[in-house]
Nanobody, 126 residues
Framework: QVQLVESGGGLVQAGDSLRLSCATS????????MGWFRQAPGKEREFVAQ????????YYADSVKGRFTASRDNAKNMVYLQMNRLKPEDTAVYYC???????????????????WGQGTQVTVSS
């Protein structure tokens, strides 16, 4: 079992930047694809980004492509989400998660990931 703890959220204005962090512990972190999701009030949890174990490949939701960047430091067991040019519609609780083994790259629904963290709140004011 792996434990995940997100941090770095906060209240910012539209156009600002934030960097979210996800600290991991437990099973071998460096072998897993990691994902970022978000959930706004009254909405379903949605995929934001994923990054392979090596960090060489990333994939983003269309809504954040070009503004958000996922990265990882396997030596520190950390995953990051750099969020630039934030918009009010980015307001949500952000979660990191571990992609289940044998899931295909294009499988990016919440059910394709497990070991969720507690989330960190991001609020973007207009």
């Amino acid at each position: 079992q792996v434990q995940l703890v997100e941090s770095g959220g906060g209240l910012v204005q539209a156009g600002d930047s934030l960097r979210l962090s996800c600290a991991t512990s437990g099973r071998t972190f460096s072998t897993y694809t990691m994902g970022w999701f978000r959930q706004a009030p009254g909405k379903e949890r949605e995929f934001v980004a994923q990054i392979t174990w090596s960090g060489d490949n990333t994939y983003y939701a269309d809504s954040v492509k070009g503004r958000f960047t996922a990265s990882r430091d396997n030596a520190k067991n950390m995953v990051y989400l750099q969020m630039n040019r934030l918009k009010p519609e980015d307001t949500a609780v952000y979660y990191c998660a571990v992609k289940k083994p044998r899931m295909r790259w294009w499988q990016v629904g919440p059910a394709d990931f497990d070991s969720w963290g507690q989330g960190t709140q991001v609020t973007v004011s207009s």
